[in-house]
């Protein structure tokens, strides 16, 4: 499975470091929505859900976390531990967030405004839809 693990321009200088995210620049679609989570619980496994048609940037703009992404047919952890790093989470893919240290902030630009329609949160439809999907790309 190919990932896309994007590396943004850091500007800094004496005072510091600053990132920009531009939609269509920096970011593949227009944004949305963004949205954060923080003070994650220890051990704790996030997400567990594919989405029919969101696309998403994830960055962890503060400490670090792991990303599983699961495409059916294989697995892959990729590691977000850099402020300047985006992990881009394609539609039809299973994530699972976990690992995160106790000063993660991750930060998502998503493609779209929240809709639960759009979600899959059981594996075995997950692995239905895909296989329907794929049939009807054939
Ligand atoms: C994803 C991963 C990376 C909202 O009201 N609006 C929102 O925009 C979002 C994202 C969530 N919520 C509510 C829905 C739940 O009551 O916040 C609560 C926690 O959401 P959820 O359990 O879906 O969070 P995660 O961390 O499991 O998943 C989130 C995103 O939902 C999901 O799209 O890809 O982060």
């Not at 539609?91 to 967030?97: P, Y």
């Not at 995160?100 to 991750?106: I, K, R, W």
């Not at 630009?109 to 329609?117: G, V």
């Amino acid at each position: 499975m190919q990932t896309i693990k994007y590396t943004f321009q850091p500007h800094g200088d004496d005072r510091g470091q600053l990132v920009s995210l531009e939609e269509f620049n920096d970011i593949p679609f227009s944004i949305k929505r963004v949205y954060y989570m923080y003070d994650t619980v220890s051990n704790v496994i996030r997400g567990k859900h594919a989405h029919k048609k969101l696309e998403q940037i994830l960055v962890c703009v503060h400490g670090s976390c792991k990303i599983r992404l699961d495409n059916g047919k294989e697995k892959k952890i990729v590691s977000l531990e850099k402020p300047y790093e985006g992990l881009y989470v394609a539609s039809n893919i299973w994530r699972e967030m976990f690992d995160f240290s106790e000063d993660a902030v991750l930060m998502v630009f998503a493609s779209d405004i929240y809709d639960e329609t759009d979600y899959i949160r059981d594996y075995n439809e997950f692995l239905e839809y895909i296989k329907k999907f794929e049939g009807e790309m054939c």
